[in-house]
């Protein structure tokens, strides 16, 4: 019987392709009538990048993708340069695998081609389940449409609002964190240098990277009060965003100016769950653990979840065991990494004086033990499976 994947985000194809790697079967059930996302941008930070290199996507990945020099960090009223992490040749040697940002309709693409050619995967889109159930030997998942399928395992990589994760505890609500994000693609009269860079400031921050072909991934939060709204396709108006920004540094004026049709969502979060598993049925990706998108490990955690579940589940023995490991191997990982976001949301948002003094005293304790500011990232992107 094949794994049962529902949903067909980054984390269900990636699930599917890891499974596929290692001889396994699976089936995504896919509630979109095709797959794709809006077409903004994604970092993937070197955690990610290894497992990918692992599935046979490295030479797409060079090809799609660019490899960032720097991250720098900036106070939008000043300006002045607050941290700067090196990323490209560094990021190499420091962590084994490179930096790296993209189109995330790129990396859905490259996902989706490698799972198809595997000829182990199949879609089955317009696919949306209404539930899931674990009985003995087997797991169901029930159609909306009314059919039902069976597999070995299930997953629930349904995202933010799983129904699979209903299966397992009591439905609540996300909760809204009071933040909207705006983002979108500009298109940039010269071509952009290759940096990750974020400005800081009050209730706001501001977050742009090229993606290749002159076109800038920009991701704008700000605070405001917009439960509701919870769609990367709800498109936003420019100029509401170019007046949250007006007073902002010119970088960040100019790429709004240049960003055609933005989209905003509200960001929603949820706490740590302490348990994932129940029978053959389990979570992956944001349906198990939402993640803010302040350190941009959202995507990366839900690619190292299916290189671990992959791994065990091809170990052979009871599925349902192997869930369990799965599940007590990457809940303490992925709750950190929740903290690491939640965290940021706070110190990227702090005024002016209070954050340029916290991340000078981080600068100021990286000298005095003599480290690289990039070692304060090692417990992350120098993860590996
Ligand atoms: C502003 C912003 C910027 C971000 N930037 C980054 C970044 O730079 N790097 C990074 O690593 N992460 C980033 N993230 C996080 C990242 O986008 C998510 O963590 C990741 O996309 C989660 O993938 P997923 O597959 O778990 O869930 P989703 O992408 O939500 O996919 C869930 C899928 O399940 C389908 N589905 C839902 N219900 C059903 C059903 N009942 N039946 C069938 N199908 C169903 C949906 O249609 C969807 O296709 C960012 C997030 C935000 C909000």
């Known amino acids: 019987m094949p794994v049962i994947i529902v949903g067909g985000g980054i984390g269900g194809l990636s699930l599917a392709l890891a499974l596929a790697r290692r001889g396994l079967r699976s089936v995504v059930l896919e509630q979109a009538p095709a797959l794709g996302e809006a077409g903004a941008g994604l970092q993937l930070g070197p955690n990610a990048?290894?497992?990918?290199?692992?599935?046979?996507?490295?030479?797409?990945?060079?090809?799609?993708?660019?490899?960032?020099?720097?991250?720098?960090?900036?106070?939008?009223a000043t300006g002045r340069l607050l941290i700067v992490n090196r990323l490209g040749p560094e990021a190499e040697s420091r962590w084994g695998a490179g930096y790296r940002v993209l189109r995330r309709t790129a990396l859905q693409s490259m996902l989706w081609s490698a799972a198809a050619a595997?000829?182990?995967?199949?879609?089955?889109?317009?696919?949306?389940?209404?539930?899931?159930?674990?009985?003995?030997?087997?797991?169901?998942?029930?159609?909306?449409?009314?059919?039902?399928?069976?597999?070995?395992?299930?997953?629930?990589?349904?995202?933010?609002?799983?129904?699979v994760r209903d299966t397992i505890h009591s439905p609540t609500p996300p909760r809204y964190t009071g933040q909207t994000?705006?983002?979108g693609l500009a298109r940039m009269a010269a071509e952009a240098e290759p940096l990750v860079q974020v400005w800081t400031g009050p209730r706001r921050h501001f977050v742009r990277y090229p993606v290749g072909g002159g076109l800038v991934n920009m991701v704008a939060v700000v605070e405001a009060d917009e439960a509701g709204i919870e769609s990367w396709t709800a498109e936003g108006q420019g100029a509401e965003l170019a007046t949250a920004f007006a007073d902002g540094p010119e970088p960040v004026r100019a790429t709004i100016a240049a960003t055609a049709s933005p989209w905003r969502s509200a960001l929603y979060d949820r706490p740590p769950l302490p348990r994932w598993s129940r029978g053959r049925i389990s979570l992956l990706g944001d349906a198990a653990h939402p993640m803010l998108p302040f350190l941009a490990q959202g995507a990366a955690m839900a690619i190292e979840d299916a290189e671990?579940?992959?791994?065990?589940?091809?170990?052979?023995?009871?599925?349902?065991?192997?869930?369990?490991?799965?599940d007590a191997a990457r809940r303490p990982r992925t709750a950190k990494v929740q903290a690491w976001s939640r965290r940021n949301a706070r110190l990227f948002h702090l005024p002016a004086p209070l954050s340029a003094g916290l991340f000078g005293a981080a600068s100021t304790l990286d000298r005095l033990r003599g480290a690289a500011p990039e070692a304060r990232f090692d417990w992350l992107y120098g993860w590996r499976a």
Do not use: K, N
């Open 118 to 163: 595997s000829g182990r995967v199949e879609v089955r889109l317009g696919g949306a389940v209404a539930s899931a159930r674990s009985e003995s030997g087997r797991a169901i998942a029930a159609l909306v449409d009314g059919g039902s399928v069976e597999g070995e395992a299930l997953f629930g990589c349904d995202g933010l609002r799983s129904i």
């Open 181 to 183: 994000a705006w983002r």
């Open 49 to 76: 990048v290894r497992i990918l290199e692992g599935w046979g996507l490295g030479e797409a990945l060079r090809e799609q993708s660019i490899a960032p020099l720097r991250a720098e960090v900036r106070d939008a």
């Open 308 to 326: 671990v579940a992959a791994r065990l589940l091809s170990q052979g023995g009871d599925p349902a065991a192997a869930l369990l490991t799965y």
